[in-house]
């Protein structure tokens, strides 16, 4: 690959730069899809409704009827046998197909110490003090770092501050070891809940995958228990944590009675490229520091304590597209050193597969007067050959709060204009990117946390979390409250500072 000129930007102004519209193209195969997803779980909530109309019957009748009843079935075989039969199917299959609950207990988000602060001039006079990169390099970082959406309070590991760096294992062993420990102390200091009670550990960390690995790592520190069932996803990108919990969720379905323990976050150390292609180096501006851990549980008794119950996960792979699969590539530059390259057609990558996911999605979540009108709107594009534009659902009937990966500014502009959201809607989103930038797979963590400290989380509020990465994928969790969230009592990395958002972030245009 060789160096664009340095008036050459990293993603040309077309179309590909850009989120595709929404509007000009719904694939039918996609909502196809999300009514499959709505049929396949169809019949628990068929079933649901009958077993309880079978129970308000029965409420109403009287000690005679019930006498009467039995005297007419106790003098006709067949008619007890076909009845004993049907209520033991009907038990059975409700049993059978009746998903297990599960609830996030709590959860926690990593807030680095004050000495892992890195400002904006600091990240630049840290990139000059290396002598690894030219002027011209040197530029291009500062009007990325300059227009990116972070602030001057995110924070990076010390092998990176040090003049001049000095990456290493070891390093980066104890980045992770600091990142992770610290959110999980926190989160078993909020449940009260002993490791050795923990029976599914699932850890995601993309870049960095050492042996031990890191749920081993986790397992050794706090000495889990010798048969719990871990998990070490890597390579999976900022959308790993989603996958995660979608994992945790089927575990807990064959697991009765067990605590999920989810970690994810992202290391830097031995992921900071010192080369000098710009495609390598966008990643440097925007990657920080931070890591989330979650408490997922299937217990009944933890319904009241819990804040969260999860109601849907939704998973998009684009990978079977060679140009999706390689938009985002770990691999080494012409000198032989180790980055991330973003390949030019990301955002169009990006958009595509969220519009998949969200189409996918809106039959599950979607009120029915807004299916109805995308439906006719969809019809009449697709059969009656109408020169209409498909109607776009408004989310904003289906959830109250978006949490939206803090990937960066321009796809959350994007995504802001396509899904029609309010800046009150995108707020933790782009608070989360100021104040601790993207911190990869924890973000929407922080996002979540960002909303729960503002007291802006309420009882049966529902959550869409949705986040993308590598591969290409993009997935979603949706959450419904259980109680309402008094930040009075939470304890998040927010809570210190939460008084000082929101701030002015000025609107610039895209580099």
Known sequence: MTEPKANTPLIPPTASRSLPDFKQSVKLKYVKLGYHYLITHGMFLFLSPLVVVLAAQLSTFSLQDLHDLWDQLRFNLISVIVCSTLLVFLATLYFLTRPRPVYLVNFSCYKPEEARICTRQMFLDR????????????????????????????????????????????????????????????????????????????????????????????????????????????????????????????????????????????????????????SMLVPNCLFRMGAAAVLLSNKSSDRRRSKYQLVHTVRTHKGSDDKCFACVTQEE?????????????????????????????????????????????????????????????????????????????????????????????????????????????????????????????????????IAFGSGFKCNSAVWKALRSINPAKEKNPWMDEIHEFPVNIPRVSAI
């Open 127 to 278: 990139s000059r003090l290396t002598g690894s990169f030219t002027e011209e390099n040197l530029q291009f970082q500062r009007k990325i770092i300059e227009r990116s959406g972070l602030g001057d309070s995110t924070y990076l590991p010390e092998s990176v501050l040090n003049v001049p760096p000095n990456p290493s294992m070891q390093a980066a062993r104890e980045e992770a070891e600091m990142v992770m420990f610290g959110a999980i102390d926190e989160l078993l200091a909020k449940t009260t809940v002993k490791p050795k009670d923990i029976g599914i550990l699932i850890v995601n960390c993309s870049l960095f995958n050492p042996t031990p690995s890191l749920s081993a790592m986790i397992v050794n520190h706090y000495k889990l228990r010798g048969n719990i069932i871990s998990h070490n996803l890597g390579g999976m990108g900022c959308s790993a944590g989603l996958i995660s919990v979608d994992l945790a969720k089927d575990l807990l379905q064959v697991h009765p009675n067990s605590y999920a323990l989810v970690v994810s976050t992202e290391n830097i150390t031995l992921n900071w490229y010192s080369g000098t292609e710009r």
């Open 333 to 465: 530059d012409p000198n032989g050193k180790l980055g991330v390259s973003l390949s030019k057609e990301l955002m169009a990558v990006a958009g595509d597969a969220l519009k998949t996911n969200i189409t996918t999605l809106g039959p599950l979540v979607l009120p029915m007067s807004e299916q109805l009108l995308f439906f006719a709107t969809l019809v009449g594009k697709k059969l009656l050959k109408m020169k209409i534009k498909p109607y776009i659902p408004d989310f904003k009937l289906a959830f109250e709060h978006f949490c939206i990966h803090a990937g960066g500014r321009a796809v959350l502009d994007e995504l802001e204009k396509n899904l029609q959201l309010s800046d009150w809607h995108m707020e933790p989103s782009r608070m989360t990117l100021y104040r601790f930038g993207n911190t990869s797979s924890s973000s929407l963590w922080y996002e979540l946390a960002y909303s729960e400290a503002k007291g802006r989380m309420k009882k049966g509020d529902r959550t869409w979390q």
